[in-house]
Nanobody
Framework: QVQLVESGGGLVQPGGSLRLSCAVS????????MAWYRQAQGKQRELVAR??????IHADAVKGRFTISRDNAKNTVYLQMNSLKLEDTAVYYC????????WGQGTQVTVSS
């Protein structure tokens, strides 16, 4: 059974940084296309960054500011978020691409002055 546990969110001022972690069990991050998604209040969930094989793709809205990475030994996926903006406020989730059925609880990121 796949389990996804996100952590690392919080309240940060515009321009600040956060590093999100996603501890994965049940599948190997090394051999699955892992991704970070986010869902802002009242909006649909959107893809933020993903692995496609050995290729990394970031959404245009976060390109140059966010970086997805993974630690195969820890079976964990990370999202380094720099230069945060108000519009980055959302609940952040990790999952595969395409998303498999069970979502984690997500981690709240709030960017506010």
């Amino acid at each position: 059974q796949v389990q996804l546990v996100e952590s690392g969110g919080g309240l940060v001022q515009p321009g600040g940084s956060l590093r999100l972690s996603c501890a994965v069990s049940g599948i190997a991050v090394r051999t699955n296309n892992m991704a970070w998604y986010r869902q802002a209040q009242g909006k649909q969930r959107e893809l933020v960054a993903r692995f496609i094989g050995g290729i990394i793709i970031h959404a245009d809205a976060v390109k140059g500011r966010f970086t997805i990475s993974r630690d195969n030994a820890k079976n964990t996926v990370y999202l380094q978020m720099n230069s945060l903006k108000l519009e980055d406020t959302a609940v952040y989730y990790c999952n595969t691409v395409p998303a498999q059925g069970a979502w984690g609880q997500g981690t709240q990121v709030t960017v506010s002055s």
